[in-house]
């Protein structure tokens, strides 16, 4: 395929992370990269951020690749060969990990890849089926949550309540969050195309989450919890977000990303087991990078290495790599 930028004409019936009122929210770099197969017409797209760094120039695909038309696996690949080609002749020094909301089917050669997956609620089934798909379980701790009186409200004004539940949940954790202009300006630019839940008990705030959406999907991009949240509180958000965007015609709800096989009584079993409760299809795929430039592509790895213990295809390659050793 002949690989050239592209002029980015969302629709409502693409990723929300497609959209360019996304990408802005981002940096000021970005753009679709579009896959021509020769009849003038786009087979494929890619929507992706430039991220500059001191010393380095970074490419990082903001969702998998999207098929404007019939695309074999085959083809998928080749576009992605070409892509990788194409950014390292345009002065980029590698392709990092996308972001975790891209599953992508396949990717180049030369790339270092891991598996990994996301669950999938279909919201087009009716209401009642997507209760009975719920486990037990959850559908207990629900119905227990709504008898106590936790309450669900929903709206863009609880976005610095959100915030701050989200920074503190990733602090327990020795995470960072972004800081709150950057917050700020997401949720602005993405405006009637991102909703901020709240669930409370007794008037006091137990858990919150953000959700980019398009008729597309709906995205559980941030969550957040108090340190001891009222039993059932979260799963009845997230019961009701379904609901909600069921009825606003969205056809997915995407709880964004789990890791393949994590360790037995891991946190990351404990996160894949509250995701697939809700009753979506587990969806597999692959994370990925590509070194463009040898020399500087290594000094990148090794930062980050070094500051944050690898990204997220360092971290899963070393557990599958001593998950086998122990075999």
Known sequence: MEIRPIEIQWNDNLSIYASEAFLKSICGDYGWIGGFPGDGNARCVLPFTVIGKPFFRLIRFRSETI?????????????????????????????VPASNNALFRTCPDGAAKVPYGTYVVDLTNEENVLWDNLHSKHRNVIRNAMKKGVQICRGREHSETAYEMVK???????????????FRKLIEQLGEHVEVFLATYKGVVQG???????????????????????TGAMNLLHWEAMKYFRGRGVKRYDFVGVRINPEAGSKQEGLMMFKQRFGGELQRGYMWKCSLRPVKGALYGIGVRIMKGGDIVDIEQERNSGANSRR
Not at 71 to 86: A, G, P
Not at 208 to 230: K, N, V
């Open 67 to 95: 098929a404007l038309g019939p695309l074999t696996l085959e083809e998928e690949k080749s576009f992605l060969v070409d892509v990788v080609r194409y950014f390292r002749s345009m002065g980029a020094d590698a392709v």
């Open 168 to 182: 503190s949940t990733l602090k327990r954790s020795s995470m960072k969050f972004m800081a709150p202009a950057t």
């Open 208 to 230: 919150c989450a953000i959700f980019p959406f398009s008729s597309y999907s709906a995205y559980y991009l941030y969550g957040g919890s108090a340190d001891h949240p009222e």
